[in-house]
């Protein structure tokens, strides 16, 4: 088996489509297999139907290097498939803005 090599960064993505939602982000990091745990008291807050939220942490102290956060009405009447294009269309807006340097 060949060893898995360290992820550079840790993403934490939350939408929140059909009610309100209360998540606790910062602070909080992936550690094996998925689980959660937090390194200092996490902030909890709501996000309202729409939202996008996207934290990038570093994966050894969890610290919040990026937060990215978008909202949009989502027509919940609509198909799957234009639901799933407003979520994918909310995302690209939010990594846009994603502060990149060139290697």
């Known amino acids: 088996m060949t060893e898995a090599a360290s992820p550079d960064v840790a993403v934490a ?6 009610s309100e939602k209360r998540v606790m982000p ?3 990091q992936v550690g094996a297999v998925g689980r ?3 390194s200092r008291e996490p902030e909890e807050f709501v996000l309202e139907v729409g939202s996008i939220l996207i934290d990038l942490h570093d994966p050894e102290s969890g610290e919040l290097l990026w937060r990215g956060r978008s909202s949009t009405e989502v027509n919940l009447a609509a198909s799957e498939a234009a639901v799933v294009a407003q979520i994918e269309s909310g995302v690209a807006a939010v990594l846009a803005r994603l ?3 060139p290697r």
């Open 36 to 38: 959660r745990s937090s």
């Open 99 to 101: 502060p990149l340097e």
């Open 13 to 18: 993505a939350y939408v929140v489509i059909a």
């Open 26 to 28: 910062q602070g909080y």
